[in-house]
């Protein structure tokens, strides 16, 4: 079965308003900090990573029907599930019912604060220097994605001017299929509205979006 993810909406019409949150809103119940906590502490451990995380939400069948936080839980879920974390009936009882499986790491609420101040950097050192410059025009592939990307589906095919080098950082592309970091060089790429809107785009408008090395081409 190929590789679908439910997350990629940007530019598609017929999901409704957008409606902006009071800002400083984090959360509407309290069930919803219990679930950052989880999936925070579980990540922790090292059982899986950022860019499995978002995979796991992405492919989730439902994705449209849940809320965020649903999302990250239901995510969760099926993270566990998948490495023998937590067992069927666990989930339907709502409990542990079973031993602990070992873990490679645990986060304990007293390092909590510090984990957060110090976050995990994605940079990596540079095995080759960057393909393209500031400045220059490039195109992003166009084909389809059979795994879980970064680049929009909006921005598939498009051509735009790199405006920042960023480094080498984790590619998520395989990051989140256990292939490992493959480090590859990190571009901001901005582009017209109307590259990616069409003609009836208001002019003047531009959208920047991060981009790996391996997402692009040279523009003629």
Known sequence: MSYRSHADLGGEEG???????PEGELFH???????LAL???MGATGAWNLDMSRSARETLPDYSTLS????WIKGLEKLLAERGLIAADELDAGRMLHPAPPLDRVLRAADVPALLARG??????AAAPPRFAVGERVRTR???FDHHTRLPGYARGKIGRVEHVRGVHVFA???AHGRGEQPQWLYTVVFSGRELWGDDCAPGLGVSIDAWEPYLEMAP
């Not at 119940?29 to 679930?35: K, N, V």
């Open 142 to 144: 166009a084909s389809r």
């Open 173 to 175: 592309d395989t990051h």
């Open 29 to 35: 119940a309290p069930w919803e900090r219990q679930a």
């Open 15 to 21: 999901h409704g308003r957008v409606v902006p949150e």
């Open 39 to 41: 999936t925070l502490a």
């Open 120 to 125: 995990a950097s994605t940079e990596r050192p």
């Open 68 to 71: 965020y936080y649903e999302l």
